[in-house]
């Protein structure tokens, strides 16, 4: 009888022993998530970060250059206006300045 109680009292300190370790381990597993949760944080900040900051650089430039092209065909469009005109105009003007120049 006495073994069986040394064998459950050995027991016993092995369930002991045991649940240390797993409390132990357990704290240790948690203190690692907790420290990668952290860095894991940190970098997806870094990197939303940085895709904020390029999805800016890219929509401005992408806006740059819609407006520059706008300028550019608003600019055309305005030198091909004003020579149709000129060219309808050119001899209204030759026909003033003769009558000026001949007295009538």
Request: aromatic letters at 2%; one cysteine or more.
């Amino acid at each position: 009888m006495e073994e069986i109680m040394q064998a459950i009292a050995q027991a016993e300190e092995q369930a002991a022993v045991l649940r240390e370790e797993a409390r132990s381990r357990a704290a240790q597993i948690a203190a690692q998530a907790e420290a990668d949760g952290v860095a894991l944080k940190k970098s997806a900040a870094v990197k939303a970060k940085n895709l904020r900051e390029n999805g800016l650089r890219v929509a401005q430039e992408q806006a740059d250059a819609a407006y520059r092209a706008a300028l550019d065909k608003s600019a055309a469009d305005a030198r091909a206006y004003a020579d149709e005109y000129a060219g309808k105009i050119e001899p209204i003007v030759k026909e003033v300045v003769r009558r000026i120049c001949s007295g009538r």
